[in-house]
């Protein structure tokens, strides 16, 4: 007999990035954040200056910030 597993809910978090202005910041920015553990999709709109975060549980704002800071960019918050 097996037992049921529960998977962690998804959470979808946007945040405000700052300096993003062509594909490749696009890029790099889905790269850095996308490489982090928890982390299941991100969407970046460059000319909103948003970068939306799907997460397992609640993100690590802080971790997310140092992804982007790491890419050359700014986290200016949550939206």
Do not use: I, N
């Amino acid at each position: 007999m097996s037992t049921p597993t529960t998977a962690t809910p998804s959470v979808t978090t946007t945040y405000a990035v700052t300096g993003m202005s062509c594909g490749h910041c696009e890029s790099a920015v889905s790269k850095a954040v996308g490489a982090l553990g928890a982390v299941r999709a991100v969407a970046v709109d460059v000319a909103a200056g948003r970068v939306t975060v799907t997460t397992a549980g609640e993100p690590d704002d802080a971790a997310v910030a140092e992804a982007v800071d790491d890419a050359g960019y700014e986290l200016a918050g949550r939206v």
